[in-house]
């Protein structure tokens, strides 16, 4: 799996997610599940082909850990930024997004609706 780093340029005091790029469908499926937590300063990138609201929302089934989820459109603007509870059924972004970054809840007031961000791939590790 690739690796990005997200960067919230509307906030320069918050510190960059290097995130896991997640584009296919199994990946996205797993997610984060069955994992035990997920560190602060990481995340997972899920990736969808077009801006959609219904295609951008995710499930917390099977969840060890609530999460942070940020919506982002294919403008790289935020859309949403909710708490995800560990077992929630069902959340939807506020408007359509193609992306979405789950990460630790230490980062729930590092992003906003309407922030820029980029997304830049990282040179692979071998």
């Known amino acids: ?9 509307t906030q320069s005091q918050v510190k960059p997610i290097r995130a896991g790029y ?3 469908f199994l990946c996205q499926l ?3 599940m069955f994992r035990e937590s997920i560190p602060a300063g990481e995340g997972l990138l899920l990736v969808q082909k077009k801006d959609d ?3 951008a929302s995710i499930h917390m089934m099977f969840m060890r850990f609530d999460i942070c989820a940020v ?6 603007e935020v859309v949403d930024v909710r708490y995800a509870p560990r077992w929630g059924l069902a959340f939807a972004p506020r408007a359509s997004a193609c992306y979405i ?4 809840t230490a980062h729930l007031n590092d992003f906003s609706i309407g ?3 980029s997304i830049d791939e990282l040179p692979s590790q071998s």
């Open 71 to 76: 919506w982002i459109n294919q403008a790289c």
């Open 22 to 24: 997640c584009a296919s």
């Open 53 to 55: 609201k219904l295609g």
């Open 1 to 9: 799996m690739k690796t990005v780093l997200i960067t919230n340029i």
């Open 101 to 104: 970054l789950e990460m630790n």
């Open 115 to 117: 922030d820029k961000v």
């Open 30 to 32: 797993r997610g984060l």
